[in-house]
């Protein structure tokens, strides 16, 4: 695999905003962090996957949109919501 080089940083663009339809690139979860790895490619984590990888990632000096706080919390929430099977009381 070819290694990239960061991009300079007199000729930065910004990083796109993760969206709804985000996923993770290693396992498919909501993308909650996206690593500019040119201006034209980025790679999605989930909070997981960026944890195991980010020590690299900014080591190398790559660009990183990190939504993990209250923002990647309302992106992975506003999903459709489980519902949790209810026991019918016990009338004995």
Not at 14 to 25: E, F, G, H, R, V
Not at 28 to 39: E, L, M, Q, S
Not at 61 to 73: I, K, N, Q, S
């Amino acid at each position: 695999m070819r290694k990239h080089r960061p991009p300079s940083a007199t000729a930065q663009s910004a990083i796109p905003d993760l969206t709804l339809t985000d996923t993770c690139d290693q396992c498919g979860a909501a993308a909650c962090v996206r690593v500019a790895v040119t201006d034209a490619q980025h790679l999605d984590f989930c909070g997981h996957h960026y944890d195991e990888h980010a020590m690299t990632l900014l080591a190398a000096g790559y660009r990183v949109l990190d939504r993990r706080g209250p923002a990647c919390r309302g992106l992975i929430s506003k999903g459709p919501k489980r519902q949790t099977p209810t026991r019918p009381p016990d009338n004995r």
